[in-house]
């Protein structure tokens, strides 16, 4: 290492002075970036249970090696505070290791041809389920279609049999076949439900397509379905799904989770899961259910730090609007290729202003999905009112989930109010090639997931993938926000990249902060848990371009090595 501060050696020279008890684990001959303003970089971290005791040079931590203590040798590799996933569907993406994954297909007879295969190998009635699929994505659009989106009548052909839903990308529409609109009672004269669109051709025949809530009407069916099961093949089911899902996190070094809205069955299979010691990472559930059940329900459930702070349950998810991709995000001007569109409100604004006043009453952080200027708009007007309710008595923390499109008019207000924006760096490239085509120039230049502007205006943002929207891959998420580089090598509005710095904090501290736990987590210090990330190459100095093909070679947390590659 080519540098060390002055207060990295004072701190050697204070510890050489005090015999020291033997750590747990210690980690030597790195780069540990710290995230930690007293002690940014260092060679060596000492570790006693699950939490740090001291951080500094090699030297320094030698006298915490004791005859049991492991110890691992980095090898110049870097390591940095463990990683933290701030945005993210934990049981979905467990359920969609289960599913067809549609996420790169070319074209929709692609996605015909393995729902056929499917078809082969599931008993008649077995549900077919798949996600990742985006229309703006494919190679050709589909003949005949409306919006892009194609006709069920070759997948129903297919699979005549076994009803089929196909969630899309976002997660804001579903596409069904004939056999699971059958069941879910979907026909000519079904009127759309508040929220929602069943999308039909000049006829009035539904293609398949379900837009935002009209996604539920396949849900519920598909609900009836796993009911038939029993208790415990459902409880086996949710226990994999768990698994897969802890596992394909610490593979990625992840080592923390914020789970964005799980309703209170599923809190209580991950309060089992967690209690069973099977909850391998850490994670921040949000509450999501119906108006009444959280009235009910949140204050009972609210908890902090259960099992050694492997589960804290203490926020709210509302969501205000759908996604970009399905023109399901509610804007304040029609979209630019659908003018007779503004998107929808998929929650009246009514209820997401009950929803806060029972936040401020329970004392849990509220977290609600908006994508279009206009639900970031309305969302902020929400907050502002509770802000001025709760005036200066509470460390409120609120955030908006993705706040993508914002009006520049309402940038600054995420810093004056003390709002967190949770976004997703990853989008901003994956969702670059229709963005300008949805918003039009003006729009996606001046509000257009708006990193550096919202920074400027004192945000803290949160940074995470929203698996399964994206793959849980935190190294091309990392690159997309320091380039904003889409697949052509395109950049897209590069004014508001992050630097690598920031990237990281994003990652890391900041997510912490957005969870209310940067106290325990989100740097490497002192007192705080020993939930670490070793990379194979370094992220902070490495060509740009090779950032994406770096891996988490260790994965530790509180202490133990839950993951090596």
């Known amino acids: 290492m080519k540098y060390i501060s002055a207060a990295l050696l004072l701190s050697t020279a204070v510890l050489a002075q005090t015999p020291a008890a033997p750590a747990t684990l210690v980690l030597r001959n790195g780069k540990i970036v710290t995230v930690d303003a007293a002690i940014p970089e260092a060679q060596a971290i000492a570790v006693r249970g699950d939490r740090i005791v001291a951080v500094g040079t090699n030297q320094s931590i030698q006298q915490y090696v004791g005859p049991s203590t492991q110890v691992i040798d980095l090898k110049g590799q870097l390591a940095i505070p463990g990683l933290i996933e701030s945005h993210g569907h934990f049981m979905g993406f467990g359920q969609s290791k289960l599913t067809l994954d549609l996420m790169d297909v070319k074209d929709w007879n692609e996605i015909v041809s393995m729902v056929a295969a499917a078809a082969t190998q599931a008993k008649p009635g077995e549900w077919i389920l798949g996600r990742g699929w985006h229309q703006e994505k494919w190679s050709s659009v589909p003949k005949p279609n409306v919006e892009g989106f194609p006709f069920h009548d070759e997948l129903s052909k297919v699979s005549p049999n076994n009803p089929v839903l196909l969630t899309h990308a ?209 969302v902020l007007n929400v907050y502002e009112r509770a802000y001025k309710t709760a005036g200066a008595r509470q460390d409120l923390r609120w955030r908006i989930e993705h706040a993508q499109h914002i009006s520049a008019a309402d940038i600054p207000r995420f810093g004056q109010l003390g709002v967190i924006p949770a976004m997703q760096g990853i989008h901003a490239t994956s969702d670059a090639p229709y963005v300008i085509a949805r918003l039009g120039a003006r729009r996606a230049a001046e509000g257009a997931y708006p990193w550096r502007t919202l920074m400027k205006s004192g945000a803290i943002i949160a940074n995470g993938t929203d698996v399964p929207v994206e793959r849980i891959d935190p190294m091309a998420n990392f690159y997309a926000t320091i380039t904003r580089k889409t697949r052509d090598g395109a950049v897209f509005y590069g004014d508001q990249k992050m630097s690598r710095a920031e990237a990281l904090k994003s990652y890391t501290w900041n997510g912490a902060y957005a969870a209310k736990e940067e106290s325990l987590k989100g740097s490497l210090a002192a007192g705080k848990l020993a939930d670490i990330t070793v990379l194979s190459q370094d992220i902070m100095t490495i060509p740009e371009d090779q950032i994406p093909s770096t891996v988490a070679v260790y994965t530790i947390v509180g202490g133990k090595v839950a993951y090596q590659r």
């Open 170 to 378: 976002s997660g804001h529409a579903s596409f069904v076949n004939a056999k699971a609109m059958e069941l879910s009672n979907i026909t000519r004269t079904t009127v759309n439900p508040a929220g929602g669109e069943i999308l039909k051709d000049a006829s009035g025949r539904p293609i398949g397509l379900l837009r935002e809530t009209a996604s539920g009407l396949a849900g519920r069916a598909l609900q009836q379905w796993r009911q038939t099961k029993t208790a415990a093949e459902r409880d086996a089911d949710a226990y994999r799904q768990l698994e897969l899902a802890v596992q394909a996190s610490l593979e990625k070094g992840v080592t923390s989770f914020h789970d964005a809205g799980e309703s209170f069955a599923s809190i209580d299979t991950i309060k089992n899961f967690a209690a069973d010691g099977k909850l391998g990472i850490r994670l921040f559930v949000m509450m999501r259910d119906s108006v009444d059940n959280l009235r009910a329900n949140v204050a009972k459930y609210k908890a902090v730090g259960l099992n050694d702070h492997h589960l804290t349950i203490a926020s709210i998810k509302m969501v205000a609007d759908g996604a970009l991709g399905s023109r399901g995000a509610w804007m304040l001007e029609p979209y630019s290729d659908s003018p007779s569109s503004v998107g929808l409100p998929t929650t009246p604004m009514e209820s997401i202003a009950e929803i806060s006043r029972l936040a401020l009453e329970t004392g849990v952080q509220l977290c609600v999905h908006a994508i279009g200027d206009r639900a970031n708009r309305e």
